[in-house]
Every structure is written in C-alpha cells, then in structure tokens.
C-alpha cells in the first residue's frame, strides 16, 4: 500500500501494520507533529492498531519530527527477563523496562520527545479537553485525578485535546490539539471502567513505575479535528479527595498562572515571550478550583453547566 496520508492506521492490514513497524517503520500523523515508529513487538503492533486507528499515515513528503522505536533489550536477557527499551534517533533516555510495558514505554518516551524538543510551543503538563471552540485546561501533578476526570468528560461529548501536553501557540495563545491516547492509572481503571463502559481500553500493565496502567482509544471524531485549534476557555486545577464533595469554586488569576508556571515544561526557555503567553492564556480564561470525590455524573455537570454559561 502506497504511503499516502489519505490513509489511516485502521486502514491497513495486520500484515502490513507489522512489515511497517518492523521494517520500514510507521510514520503517524499526531496533530502538529509526525512520529515514525518501529517496534518489533507484538503489543506495540496491537495497541497501535487499536489506540491510533484514526490517525493518519504521513506521506513521503511530510517531514519526520521524531525517530523513535522501542525494541527489545540485548544479550541473553531477552530470554531470561525480556526488556523493552525505547530510542529516540538511536539514542535510549531511559532505563529497559519489562517487555510487558512496551506500548506504555512507547506513550511515555512519545511525551518525553515532545516535551523535551518542540520548543516552538510553550508547553504545560495538563489535559486538555475542549466544548464549542473553547479549551478546558486541567494542569495538575500526578495523582490530582487530571486523567479520571479528562476521560469522564471526553465520554460525555467533552473534544479530547490532549491528556498529557498543552501546546500553546506562542503567537495566537491558541491550543493545538494533540488526541492520543489516556492514560488511567490505579483505581482510575476501574472508576472509567464503569463510568464509560463503550471505552476502548487496552490490556492493564502491572507492576509499572506508576502502578496499573491502562490506555484509552482516543474518539474517532477527535482525532479528525486534529487541525482544529481552541482559544483558552477555562483553567481549572483538580483535586481528588476521597468522599470529598464536588466543589467549583473561583480562583485568584495570580494563583492560576503560578500552577501553570510550575506545571510548564519550557516556562524559562521564553522568558519575557513565555510570561506574556501564559499572562494572555489567563486572561482570557475563567480560572476556577475543583475538588471531586469519585462522583463523576456531578462532576460532569458541574462542567456541563459551566460550558453553558
């Protein structure tokens, strides 16, 4: 099959899906980047197959971002304690992890990539998910229940953006969207699990750096809207409190740039130009607090209501 971008990942074959992965390598479109992929393992294959059906295939003339591949380790632990280990042009950031963690070794060495290069954005680790033109940015650290509530809101209609990075375009202050797939974490699992049960998930991976981890297909209708950009709408910090009533209270636009400054990857690399983002991004945003307890039909109101005003 020629390598057109008219074609999508759901479009080919297994046998082809894997030649390429092997082989030639998969080049994929992921919003305003291209990734190519090689990876000879079949978890890759099937959760790529699975996660980024919708995504489309970069032609041969769109320009690679990132080489990365995620192969397995060398020497006779392959045999005796299979590894995986991720490279970006060659070169592996990280320690092997176990075989089994593949595919997630794969999202993470992907965010790691972005991250950590495409400086023409000022970056946030936050969701983002978005209603009506508008971005709702849920900056928060691990263990907030950002992705909990990014995935309940994206199953109530919610336009996923992104789970992990907001990109923020320097000159506009708009957010480029960036639909892969959720990472759920823990007791998160189970919580979507029953919250959005249509929800395509891949296998749990145990024992991780983070815990049980699961990915979640990204909606089909977000990944056509890849080109689609938001303004900022909303900037919201979750917290998740056991028990905790659902609360959405205001908050002070000062205190909202200081979470999206700690939560920002390439802050100080902009300086003045990254300030005057990030200033630009608050005003145009309601900034809010949001603290939830495992209720996600009230929490998803809240949102709802909040949209329509």
């Known amino acids: 099959m020629p390598l057109t971008s008219s074609v999508t990942v759901g479009d080919l074959p297994t046998d082809e899906l ?19 992929i090689r990876s000879r393992f079949s978890i890759v294959r099937d959760c790529i197959s699975l996660h980024y059906a919708a995504h489309e295939i970069g032609g041969d003339d769109d320009f690679t971002d990132f080489n990365v591949s995620v192969q397995p380790g060398p020497g006779l632990r392959r045999w005796i304690k299979p590894t995986a280990v991720f490279r970006l042009d060659d070169t592996p950031p990280f320690d092997p992890l176990a ?82 797939p959720i990472s759920l974490k823990n007791q998160s699992i189970r919580i979507i699990a029953g919250f959005w049960p249509e929800a395509q998930m891949s296998e749990v991976v145990h024992d991780t750096l983070k815990g049980d981890v699961v990915h979640v297909q990204p909606p089909e209708r977000d990944v056509a809207g890849k080109a689609t950009r938001a303004t900022p709408g909303w900037i919201v910090l979750p ?71």
């Open 18 to 36: 894997q030649h390429r992965l092997e082989r030639i390598g998969l080049r994929v479109k992921l919003g305003p980047v291209v990734a190519e």
């Open 99 to 180: 075989a089994d963690q593949a595919f997630a070794l794969l999202e993470w060495g992907l965010n790691w990539a972005i991250s950590a290069h495409c400086h023409q954005y000022l970056m946030i680790h936050a969701a983002v998910i978005g209603r009506g033109g508008r971005a709702l940015l849920l900056p928060a650290p691990p263990g907030s229940g950002k992705s909990t509530l990014c995935a309940a809101l994206v199953a109530r209609g919610w336009r996923l953006l992104s789970d992990e990075l907001a990109l923020i375009d320097m000159e506009t202050g708009m957010l480029l969207p960036l639909p892969r």
């Open 239 to 309: 917290h998740y409190e056991a028990g905790a009533p659902t609360r959405l209270t205001s908050l002070g636009k000062g205190k909202a740039l200081m979470h999206l400054v700690d939560n920002a990857f390439n802050y100080s690399t902009h300086g003045a130009r990254g300030f005057q983002a990030l200033g630009n991004v608050i005003d145009a945003s309601v900034c809010l607090d949001f603290t939830y307890g495992g209720d996600l039909d009230d929490a998803t109101r809240r949102f709802d209501e909040l949209a329509r005003n």
